[in-house]
């Protein structure tokens, strides 16, 4: 089971972005999808989080720029990025919690990673 990022790249303060992830492989669900990112030196930190039911949560420094949407079917999970800051530069990575099904196990509760994407906001 895979998480794919894209979308990252460079952007000027203000401007927009959107991250995208897709969810790939076989005999898994997801629960909970989000984005988290992270800088050099500091801990991996929450962005946004959806449940399987829609609702969200957002760190305070997304509120009111960024939104995060899925869809179910296709298990895809977006983040639609605005009024960029300098301090919005991080790795962004997907993220979703759920179960999958290998070699006769089956997992659950189980946290699944994207490899990450680069923003970079230039002031």
């Known amino acids: 089971v895979q998480l794919v990022e894209s979308g990252g790249g460079l952007v000027q303060a203000g401007g927009s972005l959107r991250l995208s992830c897709v969810g790939s492989?076989?005999?898994?669900?997801?629960?909970?999808m989000g984005w988290y990112r992270q800088t050099p030196g500091k801990e991996r930190e929450l962005v946004a989080r959806?449940?399987?039911?829609?609702?969200?949560t957002y760190a305070h420094s997304a509120e009111g720029r960024f939104t995060i949407s899925r869809d179910r079917v296709k298990n895809t999970v977006s983040l639609q990025m605005s009024s960029l800051k300098p301090e919005d530069t991080a790795v962004y990575y997907c993220?979703?919690?759920?179960?999958?099904?290998?070699?006769?196990?089956?997992?659950?509760?189980?946290?699944?990673w994207g490899q990450g994407t680069q923003v970079t906001v230039s002031s």
């Open positions: 492989g076989s005999s898994y669900a997801f629960d909970a």
């Open positions: 993220y979703a919690d759920g179960a999958y099904y290998s070699g006769g196990y089956f997992y659950r509760n189980y946290d699944f």
């Open positions: 959806i449940n399987t039911d829609g609702l969200t």
